[in-house]
């Protein structure tokens, strides 16, 4: 499943329609056991941000209302793999989707950035927790401190960007990573995925739990026992 961002005369920054209509593609899509790819209708793009007129006009109880926090939160706890395909500007909230996300996808010259404080507000829809995760305390406390911008050649080795490649090599890349997805058994992908979003000690009942929901399948015994018939 892809969804397609296609307003390009924005650079496809998000406005609240867009936001909701992507909140109802992950309801729709929820019981869909395969991967959701998010990326722009138009080559050289991804999510150059939060649309910054809507965001102006914005009243307290809007951001109260945490309407992008809640849609990045649901695409964070999206069930199977996701995936943003950032060719061009992920910044603002374009970083924040694309940080919500299992894989990031990017190209080599794609700008990544969390611009906030240079605005005079923050990034509020979940990047100060998750990019702390992905990337570790300083170089998180770095870009969002200084609100720099870095190119995707840097955003693979710092672990912002899952792959980085060429603007020819993206289809493939794409192509490559879902065909491995494609490999696994959904519901052990479902359930690892779950379980390494619990935080703590999670392996003394969660693992073993997602565990053995597993081996109860058909799906886990046939491939077990293809591995066997493999190997001897």
Known sequence: MTVLFDRPDRRNALTVEMSRALAAVLEQHAATPRPLVLRSATPGMFVAGTDVASLKARTVEDSLGRINSGLFQRLHDHPWPTVAVVDGAALGGGCELALACDFRLTTEDAQWGLPEVRLGIIPSAGALTRLAALVGTGPATDLVLTGRRIRGRE??????????????????????????????????????????????????????????????????????????????
């Open 155 to 232: 955003a693979g080795p710092l672990g912002l960007a899952s792959r980085v490649t060429t603007p020819d090599g993206l289809d493939g890349a794409l192509d490559a990573l879902l065909t491995d997805l494609a490999a696994a058994a959904p519901l052990a992908q479902r359930l690892a995925k779950e379980a390494m979003r619990v935080d703590g000690d999670r392996h003394r009942l969660v693992d073993a739990a997602a565990q053995a929901l597993c081996l109860g399948t058909e799906d886990a015994q046939r491939r077990l026992q293809a591995l066997v018939d493999r190997t001897g």
